[in-house]
């Protein structure tokens, strides 16, 4: 996602200097972790659909194959989607192991025009959709608005004394922050079609067997699942049953990440790697527990959204800077979080839960097989999902005192991503990705 927003800025960038019709040459350089797993993540697919004129949130993802085929064939580019420029691929897609100063995940873009102008400019894919670019990340620049929030917090213990202070909830807390950009109608609406589209990614998972693509030749399994599921739904103590609630959380999970090694439409929650765990444990919730409703979907999305925040502004969310602890690691925490908060939790309870749920993935590592997003990650997301919800029943199990605060666990995986060794940060070249290919 992050490097297809980063092609359709550089498009615009071009548009609005009036350069684009100039444009008759392109180059995609990926660097880094974008090298190493670039083709298994579709990297290099993303920037092109990208330059083509392509969003995340509104590309239909089936179009995809047919327009790289078209583009091999012919070997021209519809850059911003109108203006024809030479791109052989194998001169123009280049592949550099080295990462830049900023960010591993890097991609440099340099337009050529006929005039012999050059147009370039370098953008750093920092997880979950993301991206700066190079006049960002000289400056220090993450976050560009300067909106003044009525409850500000950059940490877990800020955002508590807040709470209680104002006698607010967490989800509260986090609905009056957004109505700083909104009115609270169209943030209800805003989650609301977030859910829509992690039920249909959920729903479309379902529905697909087969084999993945990629090499790997892993077979689908949640369609099969959730269909002997689905023939054992009227025996009520058969759904009730702690193995087969497991398997409901599974089967969600499962679908989704599934869905996303397929290359389909998923909510970055907070990154593709990790899309399913929140998905799972709230569907789980909506489908299962008497009485949910829509409020309970924006309640649980506000306060998840709330511990994402506090890993991405003092960690990271990346598996290329602090492995797989910082996207499975940082989901759990958010979907512990979301649950305990729409159970009843308070905001000691939710924080208790999103401590346990990131405690329990520290020193996690990123280590795709082949650079696919599919051995260990999907598997990862659906254990991932059910110990969110062993987190969030611990912790409601509680007062909300603990021993280590969500803080502090949080700095210990940033540390712990610093220490961790490149070869187990999303760059193929280590652990389960190494030592599962049979020599």
Sequence with gaps: MGPMRAAHDFVEALRARDALSRVTRVEVHLHGSLCATGVGHGTDRAVIMGLMGERPESIDPDIVPACIEELHESQTLLLGGQV?????????????ENSLD???????????????????????????????????????ALDTDTTTLPYDFATADELLSLCRIHGLRISELMLENEKAWRDEASVRDALWHIWEAMKACVDNGLRHDGVLPGGLNVKR????????????????????????????????????????AAGGRMVTAPTNGAAGIVPAVLHYYMRFQPGACQRDVVDFLLAAGAIGILCKKNASISGAEVGCQGEVGSACAMAAAGLAEVMGGTPAQVENA???????????????????????????????????????????????????????????????????QDKYKETSRGGLAVNAIEC
Excluded at 84 to 96: K, T, Y
Excluded at 105 to 130: K, M, P, Q, W
Excluded at 227 to 248: E, N
Aim: hydrophobic share 40%; charged share 20%.
């Design 221 to 260: 399994r949640a369609s099969a699942l959730h269909r002997r599921l689905q023939a054992a739904k009227d025996d009520t103590s058969v759904i009730a049953s702690t193995f087969s609630a497991m398997d409901w959380v599974n089967v969600f999970a499962l679908a989704v990440n599934e869905e996303n």
């Design 354 to 420: 999103a401590e346990i749920g990131l405690e329990h993935n520290l020193g996690l590592t990123c280590d795709p097989i082949g650079g696919l997003v599919q051995v260990p990650c999907i598997e990862r997301n659906a254990i991932a999902s059910v110990k969110a919800i062993n987190a969030a029943q611990m912790a409601l199990g509680g007062d909300g005192e603990h021993f280590v605060s969500l803080d502090r666990v949080i700095r210990t995986m940033r540390d712990t991503g610093r220490d961790m």
């Design 102 to 140: 900023y960010h591993p995940n890097a991609l440099r873009l340099i337009a050529h025009a006929h005039d012999g102008e050059c147009y370039r400019n370098t953008y750093y894919s920092v997880g979950g959709g993301f991206v700066i670019d190079e006049a960002q990340a000289a400056n220090g």
């Design 84 to 96: 024809p420029v030479s791109f052989p691929w194998s001169r123009d897609m280049q592949w550099h």
